[in-house]
Each structure stands twice: as structure tokens, then as C-alpha cells.
């Protein structure tokens, strides 16, 4: 089984360009996740989606981030317009279906690393 | 305010001993724990959860436990191997919905020497 999977890797820009990452989740997975570490610091959540409605997005810095998941599948996250202190390493992250038994853990992607300039 | 600590940024020991990191937190009320496990250049992965009403779990060489009242939870790794360097990382979910979001502690990297 394939796992969460995000595109690019790596992106280097210049402050006020913009940027969009993509995250394509486990496949059946309902809720998908955005997480950011900045230099030094811990991940901190971003937003919540559970197939394409957001349910919490209490984590988004500002409105220069803008996330979507239509159709419930892959999700992208744009910065417009990046800013220096937006550096860092996004992770996505997605879990199964909420009515389980079982608490549902989060599989993570690899990140995308992020450098404004 | 809310916060969550780990022990030490790093820990170094010696291969087969017994590495013991630990996870504070602060003015949360978590509904489970959960540790992870980070490589370089990779994402997190998830190694164990542990319930609120839960003291203690275990899984091969894992071992977690979880003090409600100290606000505590000790992760051990017995016959620690180099393969076991990583970066760990303790997270809440105060389980307000039956999916939330993971609240993340920053880290201990964990060097076993051979």
C-alpha cells in the first residue's frame, strides 16, 4: 500500500512569489492534515479536513494560506505571497474513517521543504 | 500557558541499555499519548498510543507509561541499538472529536553508541 505521498520535495522561491504544495493521502483515508515546523520549532497543526469539508482550521498563520481538498482526495496548500518567516517543512498526514473503534492514527508524508529567500 | 516538554534536545547511551526519554506537559488534558518516532529528512511514524485510563503499554522493545496526575509519560526502549537513533516525538490528542489534530512536543534525539 502506497503511503502519503507529497510533491515537491523541496522548493526554494523569493519572498512574494507563490507557492503550492500538494498531498496526495492514503488512499480510503477521510481525514487529511497540515502540519508545519519551522526552524527550531515543534510541528504545529495547520488544518483539519475530513474528506473535502475543512473541520478545524484553527492552525492557518494568516490568510495568505489557502487549502483545499475538492473531491475529498488529494489536498493542496498555497502560500500567496510567501513571506521569510513561512520557511520551513510541511507535512501532510492522514488517518481513516473516524467512526472506528480504535483511535485512528495519523500516517505521515515525507514533508516538503520550504525556503523563502 | 500549554506546553509540552521532552526531557532533553539529545540523550546518548550506550548499545543494550536501556534509553528512558521523557514527556511533560502543562495546563492540557489529554485523552491519549502518543509517541513517534522522526528520521532525518523523513516524516514522523507512529510507534504507540496510550489511553487517559491507561498506565502503561508495551510493544516488543517499547515500553510507555502514562501519569495523568504528574502529567507525565516515560518511554523506554530496552536493548537499545544503534538502529534505534532517531528523533522522538511525544503528541497529545485531547480527543475533543473521535479525529483531531495532534498537538507536538519538540523532540529528543536519541544517539545509541555501539
Known amino acids: 500500500e502506497a503511503g502519503v505521498t507529497q510533491f515537491p520535495s523541496h522548493s526554494v522561491i523569493e519572498k512574494g512569489q507563490t507557492v503550492t504544495l500538494r498531498c496526495d493521502p492514503i488512499?480510503?483515508?477521510?481525514?487529511l492534515y497540515w502540519y508545519r515546523r519551522v526552524m527550531g520549532k515543534e510541528i504545529k497543526f495547520l488544518l483539519h479536513?475530513?474528506?473535502?469539508?475543512?473541520?478545524?482550521e484553527s492552525g492557518m498563520p494568516n490568510n495568505r494560506f489557502l487549502a483545499e481538498r475538492t473531491g475529498g482526495t488529494y489536498s493542496t496548500l498555497k502560500v500567496q505571497p510567501a513571506e521569510l518567516e513561512d520557511s520551513g517543512v510541511y507535512f501532510c498526514?492522514?488517518?481513516?474513517?473516524?467512526?472506528?473503534?480504535?483511535?485512528?492514527?495519523?500516517?505521515f508524508g515525507p514533508g516538503t521543504r520550504l525556503l523563502v529567500l | 500557558s500549554q506546553k509540552i516538554e521532552q526531557n532533553s534536545e539529545a540523550l546518548n547511551i550506550q548499545e543494550g541499555k536501556t534509553a528512558t526519554l521523557t514527556c511533560n506537559y502543562t495546563?492540557?488534558?489529554?485523552?491519549?499519548l502518543q509517541w513517534y518516532r522522526q528520521d532525518p529528512g523523513r516524516g514522523p511514524v507512529f510507534l504507540l498510543l496510550?489511553?487517559?485510563?491507561?498506565k502503561e503499554k508495551r510493544k516488543e522493545r517499547l515500553k510507555v507509561t502514562f501519569d495523568t496526575t504528574l502529567k507525565q509519560s516515560l518511554f523506554h526502549i530496552t536493548a537499545s541499538q544503534p538502529a534505534d537513533s532517531a528523533t522522538y516525538l511525544c503528541?497529545?490528542?485531547?480527543?475533543?472529536?473521535?479525529?483531531?489534530?495532534?498537538?507536538f512536543g519538540s523532540g529528543t534525539r536519541l544517539s545509541i553508541r555501539p
Open positions: 498526514a492522514s488517518s481513516q474513517d473516524p467512526l472506528r473503534e480504535n483511535r485512528e492514527t495519523q500516517y
Open positions: 488512499s480510503g483515508h477521510d481525514n
Open positions: 479536513f475530513v474528506k473535502e469539508s475543512k473541520q478545524d
Open positions: 495546563n492540557y488534558s489529554p485523552a491519549y
Open positions: 496510550i489511553r487517559e485510563n491507561e
Open positions: 503528541a497529545l490528542d485531547e480527543g475533543y472529536s473521535s479525529a483531531s489534530k495532534i498537538i
